[in-house]
Structure formats: structure tokens, C-alpha cells
């Protein structure tokens, strides 16, 4: 991306990370997507992971012009903090992007206390405040000593701009910078699903249902597992197919049974790569409450399929109501079965839909969109 701004001497930044990557994800190529168009720049990208990650994902980012550093943030604060300092000095780091730590977290603080001159903090983390009188008093104060030294914080939908500012932060220093897929990588693919109906004996009649997600209470798997045996009762033909594990998965096998639906779902546990899987799918639900952008929703409609969501959290600002899928209330599995059912009764609407998912996630939601805003930002703050 051709930039306006031209330095005496190029920044450096640091891009901390409270995790490594056991795969590579849609959050890897918009870090690579930063890394390419920075080096191009001039300008030095490192990426801080608290572990090694694994060589392969490495040299992907190695090639593109990043360095690589450990800081492990679980070890302790003191020991983090003379690792980053080590890092800043090291790499002569003038801005370092908090990135997947909670808002409360010390790495504020401690990124500038590391001698960096410009502290820019990213919410990702899903969840709604629901904390009240001194309870919620508490949580402000802290939220706003915790992020104080962020020059900007980076909300990735409006809905985390709203609870961001609930916990204290102010509202002047959040700027909404939604994330993206690659749609090189998302798109649709009718063999996939020939594949997959294949391998787990699929008939061309019904229709496949797909989500992703970790099975987490958050992510209300139970009221997908629910509307499904509602579905059943209606005779809609269709199967299932959840991918993720998680602490609910043997309660969900059990609800499973107890709504009549074992032969209906197939459990495939982690999926390192989720692509084929929503390029095979006709409708893609993800139950959430709360979710800070629902990252997976846009990878599904990137392949060109129609997405059943909550009305709640970011959700409503990826997916356009009976434009690009069906939202229904939250929890709220006779609304979900509904919205299945209506999709999976109207091939015509499905394609429509489809069609419309695509469009809407290459206009605004690729990885590219979400690289220039990101370095736009770092650029009022250098300028």
C-alpha cells in the first residue's frame, strides 16, 4: 500500500501476542498481510508469541520480512518485562500493538515501560459487561488505569467499542477497525461437498449444516444441537457437521441423544483447517452471545454461504438480516430451527443469500482492508 508518510528513519514495530498458533488461521494472514506490506515500506515488523510456534508458520512469516521473538506473559510479569526490553532494544522498537490480552492485563504498562514511544491496544476478547452498581464502578476504574498508556485502542466491531467503553475506556481514544479473511484462500468450491458427502455418506438430498467453534457456553452449541431435533420433528432433511472440541462436547453428545439426533450430527473435533468444510456447507449457524466479530462468519460467507446467527454481539454487523443469512434472538432455538428451515426448504434463497455473503465479505471484510486501516493507524501515530 503506497503511504503518504515518509520518515527520516523507519519505525520499528513490535506486535504482541499472548499465544502462538497451533495452525494457521485467518489471524495469520493478516499479520503476513502486515508483515509483506510494511517490509515493503521499509518498515520492520516483530512478531512476540508467549511460545515457539511451529517451524513451518514461522518461515511463512520470516519470509515476509518479520522477525520472530518470545515473550511469555504466563511466566510473570518481571521476566516479561525484561524479555520485551531486551526485544525493544534489540530491534530499536518505536510502537509495539497489544494484541489478544485481556483490557485489565498489565501489558500496557509494561510495553511502555519497556521504552517504547507508542502503545496501541486491540480488543478481540468476546464477552458482555454485566456487572452492575460498585461492581461495574470497579471494573471502570480498572479498565481505564489498565489501558491509560494506549495512545488508541482498536475495537474490532462497534459492538467491542460499546462494552470497551462500559469498562472505562474512554470513547475518544477507540478507533473501530474490523478484521478480514483472505478471500484467496475463502471461496466457493462445489467440489468440496461432493468430497465431503462422499466421506461421511451425506445423501444429495439433504442439506449440510455446518459450525466452528470452540465449544464454549459463550458459543451456545446447545441451542444449535436443540433446533436440530426440532428439525428432525419437521422432517427437514439434513446433517450436521460441528467442528471444535471443547469442555461441552460430551454434554452436546449427550443432548444429542436425548433430542434423537445422534444419527444427524457428526462430531469432527478440531479442524486445523475449517476451509473445505464451509466451501461443503448450505448454511452455516454460529449460536453466540457476545461475540467480538465472529471471525469464522466471515471465512462462511467468503464461500459463498449463507450464515443463521444472534442477533447479538458483532454478529448483526457481519451478517445483513435476509440479505447475507437470518439472524434470530439468542438462545433461542424454535427462532433457530425456524431460520434453518426456511434455508434449507428454498434452494433459490439459499443461492441468493450465497451470493450476497460473497459480495458483502470482498467489499468489506479481506484481509487487505483490515492491513491498510491497521497501518493507517500506526501512521497518525508516527506522524
Given amino acids: 500500500m503506497p503511504s503518504t ?41 516483530t512478531l512476540v508469541f508467549a511460545d515457539q510456534i511451529r517451524a513451518d508458520l514461522a518461515d511463512r512469516f520470516r519470509e515476509s520480512g518479520a522477525a520472530i521473538e518470545i515473550a511469555n506473559y504466563g511466566e510473570g510479569p518481571f521476566r516479561f518485562l525484561k524479555r520485551l526490553l531486551a526485544i525493544v532494544t534489540e530491534h530499536d522498537i518505536s510502537l509495539i500493538h497489544v494484541c489478544f490480552f485481556d483490557y485489565f492485563s498489565a501489558v500496557p504498562w509494561l510495553a511502555r515501560l519497556s ?18 452498581s460498585w461492581k461495574k464502578q470497579l471494573i471502570q ?9 494506549a495512545v488508541k485502542v482498536i475495537a474490532i466491531s462497534r459492538f467491542v467499542k460499546e462494552e470497551l467503553i462500559k469498562c472505562g475506556v474512554p470513547a475518544g481514544k477507540i478507533i473501530v477497525r474490523r478484521l478480514g479473511v483472505d478471500t484467496n484462500r475463502f471461496f466457493p468450491d ?12 451425506i445423501g444429495p438430498e439433504e442439506i449440510i449444516v455446518s459450525t466452528v467453534s470452540v465449544l464454549r457456553p459463550f458459543k451456545n452449541p446447545q441451542t444449535i444441537v436443540q433446533a436440530c431435533g426440532l428439525l428432525a420433528k419437521r422432517s427437514v432433511p439434513f446433517k450436521l ?21 445422534t444419527d444427524r450430527i457428526h462430531w469432527l473435533g478440531y479442524c486445523a483447517d475449517p476451509k473445505s468444510l464451509l466451501q461443503t456447507s448450505d448454511i452455516f449457524v454460529l449460536a453466540s452471545t457476545g461475540e467480538a466479530f465472529g471471525l469464522v462468519l466471515a471465512e462462511a460467507m467468503a464461500c459463498g454461504v449463507p450464515v443463521v446467527g444472534s442477533r447479538s454481539g458483532a454478529i448483526p454487523e457481519i451478517v445483513k438480516d435476509g440479505i447475507t443469512g437470518l439472524l434470530a434472538p439468542p438462545r433461542d432455538e424454535v427462532s433457530f430451527a425456524d431460520a434453518i428451515e426456511r434455508l ?4 433459490s434463497l439459499r443461492k441468493e443469500m450465497g451470493t450476497n455473503s460473497l459480495a458483502r465479505v470482498r467489499e468489506r471484510f479481506t484481509v487487505g482492508k483490515t492491513a491498510q486501516e491497521t497501518i493507517r493507524i500506526y501512521e497518525s501515530l508516527w506522524s
Avoid at 476504574?141 to 498508556?149: E, K, M, N, S
Avoid at 457437521?241 to 443432548?255: F, N, R, W
Avoid at 434449507?344 to 434452494?347: C, D, H, L, T, Y
Fill in 190 to 201: 462445489s467440489a468440496a461437498r461432493k468430497e465431503w458427502a462422499t466421506k461421511l455418506n
Fill in 115 to 132: 521504552g517504547a514511544k507508542h502503545i496501541l491496544y486491540e480488543q478481540l476478547n468476546s464477552g458482555e459487561l454485566t456487572a452492575t
Fill in 141 to 149: 476504574l480498572r479498565g481505564a488505569i489498565a489501558t491509560q498508556p
Fill in 344 to 347: 434449507a426448504r428454498n434452494e
Fill in 241 to 261: 457437521l460441528v467442528a471444535g472440541d471443547g469442555a461441552m462436547l460430551s454434554d452436546l453428545q449427550k443432548l444429542a441423544v436425548d433430542v434423537g439426533v
Fill in 5 to 45: 508518510w515518509i520518515p527520516m528513519r523507519k519505525p520499528s514495530v513490535a506486535l504482541l501476542l499472548d499465544s502462538a498458533p497451533r495452525t494457521w488461521t485467518s489471524q495469520e494472514d493478516i499479520h503476513l498481510r502486515l508483515c509483506e506490506t510494511l517490509c515493503a515500506q521499509g518498515i520492520k515488523l
